[in-house]
């Protein structure tokens, strides 16, 4: 079986954006719909100064946002976590991000946004602070290139860095805390790899920089458990993986495992399931490239997603309510 290429599943789907302005994509920052370009935050907004804030991106593929209440449930509980309120409701925060993605015109797209403290209020050391929304929409994008996903990544397991521990930063809560995975891809590019893979230091597999680890052994299909997000891709590929007859382990998965794999993959909302063909540079199967099994897990995700499968299509034929251009071409 054939990987699916990315131009079949990108390539296929036009894109009518209200405006030529919003070709790129759009953003909604203080309250206004805007060019991606022109979405801006504030200097002092503790988002961008502290990295205090939860996030969360979504995807939509031939005009179905997928899974948005699983998104949405996540990013609730993000904020909870980390005593952030969203001042938009629910029904305001979907409504925001498909109008981003309905003025952008796309069918396939990568849907972000956060909550941030903002601005403090009052006195220093007061702890009340004004919590903001930022959202942005572009065309859907690929944690890896074209060429890494045919022939499949290179990934390291980083010896410099360990996945901040749990109890620093909860990795379940989807937050802006990155340099331990930005500096490990860094590591995995001077070490000849394309993407790295870090442990928790006592060689238990965590994540990988924005995304989840998978690897199948013996037809078993095993996700680490704990130390990580717990990403809804990773979710659907669990799902995926039992449709296909396959055992699936959640649980403690060692660095050991993963070099000594049949077929490994990550996996993200952006670029869904990302086939790896070696391991700290050896490879995982004399054919290198991506895995058979992995190859049958991609494909499958994205059909399912073409067909609307945990889909919301959005209404691209009304216009978006009450919105002008702020600065007209
Ligand atoms: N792990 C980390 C650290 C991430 O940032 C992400 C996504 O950005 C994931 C895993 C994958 O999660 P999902 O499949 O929900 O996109």
């Known amino acids: 079986m054939q990987l699916i290429e990315a131009g079949q599943i990108i390539g296929s789907h036009e894109q009518t954006p209200a405006d030529p302005a919003f070709a790129q994509g759009t953003a909604h920052t203080q309250g206004q719909y805007r060019p991606i370009d022109e979405g801006v935050v504030p200097i002092q907004d503790m988002g961008f100064i502290h990295a205090d804030a939860a996030y969360d991106v979504v995807s939509a593929s031939a005009g179905y946002l997928f899974r948005m209440q699983e998104h949405l449930d996540r990013f609730n509980?993000?904020?909870?976590?980390?005593?952030?309120?969203?001042?938009?409701?629910?029904?305001?925060?979907?409504?925001?991000?498909?109008?981003?993605?309905?003025?952008?015109?796309?069918?396939?797209?990568?849907?972000?946004?956060?909550?941030?403290?903002?601005?403090?209020?009052?006195?220093?050391?007061s702890m009340e602070f004004e919590n903001r929304f930022y959202a942005f929409v572009t065309p859907y994008l690929f944690i890896m290139n074209d060429e890494q996903r045919r022939n499949g990544a290179n990934l390291i397991i980083s010896q410099d860095?360990?996945?901040?521990?749990?109890?620093?930063?909860?990795?379940?809560?989807?937050?802006?805390?990155?340099?331990?995975?930005?500096?490990?891809?860094?590591?995995?590019?001077?070490?000849?790899?394309?993407?790295?893979?870090?442990?928790?230091?006592?060689?238990?597999?965590?994540?990988?920089?924005?995304?989840?680890?998978f690897l199948i052994h013996d037809g078993v299909v095993k996700t680490p458990a704990t130390d990580c997000l717990e990403g809804i891709t990773r979710q659907t590929v669990l799902e995926l993986a039992t449709d296909?007859?396959?055992?699936?382990?959640?649980?403690?998965?060692?660095?050991?495992e993963l070099e000594s794999c049949d077929e490994a993959f990550l996996t993200s909302t952006a670029g869904?399931?990302?086939?790896?063909?070696?391991?700290?540079?050896?490879?995982?199967?004399?054919?290198?490239g991506p895995g058979e099994l992995t190859t049958q897990l991609h494909n499958l995700y994205w059909e399912r997603r073409w067909d609307g499968w945990h889909g919301e299509a959005i209404d691209y034929s009304t216009p978006v309510a009450g919105f002008e251009l702020a600065h007209p071409a």
Do not use: Q
Request: contains cysteine.
């Open 77 to 125: 509980a993000s904020c909870e976590k980390f005593h952030l309120e969203n001042p938009y409701t629910d029904e305001e925060t979907v409504e925001i991000l498909t109008n981003l993605v309905k003025l952008a015109g796309l069918r396939d797209a990568y849907i972000w946004w956060a909550v941030t403290r903002g601005k403090m209020l009052g006195e220093r050391g």
């Open 161 to 213: 860095y360990r996945r901040i521990p749990p109890d620093s930063v909860d990795p379940t809560a989807k937050n802006f805390h990155w340099m331990d995975m930005k500096l490990s891809v860094f590591e995995a590019a001077g070490r000849g790899g394309d993407w790295s893979v870090l442990t928790d230091g006592e060689g238990l597999l965590t994540e990988s920089p924005g995304c989840n680890i």
């Open 244 to 256: 296909l007859g396959l055992e699936t382990v959640v649980g403690d998965v060692y660095a050991s």
């Open 272 to 288: 869904a399931i990302m086939p790896a063909s070696h391991v700290n540079g050896a490879a995982l199967a004399p054919h290198a």
